[in-house]
Nanobody
Framework: QVQLVESGGGLVQAGGSLRLSCAASGFTFSLYTMGWFRQAPGKEREFVGGISRSGNTYSRDAMKGRFTISRDNKKNTAYLQMSNLKPEDTAVHYC?????????????????WGQGTQVTVSS
């Protein structure tokens, strides 16, 4: 069955770094656009960034220069490298897969979702 499993979350001080991984199985990973989303308590799920199946990346302005998205199709894994973390980055972070050629930002455009991993940034 389809699975997306995030890992790498945790507690970090402001200014620190984390790398999230998203291990995929049960579908042809290389044919899917991968997205990263996050959801803070009491807020809607928001798009963080994504990587197309051709390797093009896009991140929201608030993350540009701090977050880097990559993928390894041989390992069926997507990554979200986060640096210079801020307390406002605290949220559950999710990866998702969309059978699209291009990066899409709406959660409803994604076919599969992981269970999420908590990222907490202390001030």
């Amino acid at each position: 069955q389809v699975q997306l499993v995030e890992s790498g979350g945790g507690l970090v001080q402001a200014g620190g770094s984390l790398r999230l991984s998203c291990a995929a199985s049960g579908f042809t990973f290389s044919l899917y656009t991968m997205g990263w989303f996050r959801q803070a308590p009491g807020k809607e799920r928001e798009f963080v960034g994504g990587i197309s199946r051709s390797g093009n990346t896009y991140s929201r302005d608030a993350m540009k220069g701090r977050f880097t998205i990559s993928r390894d199709n041989k390992k069926n894994t997507a990554y979200l490298q986060m640096s210079n973390l801020k307390p406002e980055d605290t949220a559950v972070h999710y990866c998702a897969a969309a059978s699209r050629l291009t990066i899409v930002t709406q959660p409803t455009s994604y076919d599969y979702w992981g269970q999420g991993t908590q990222v907490t940034v202390s001030s």
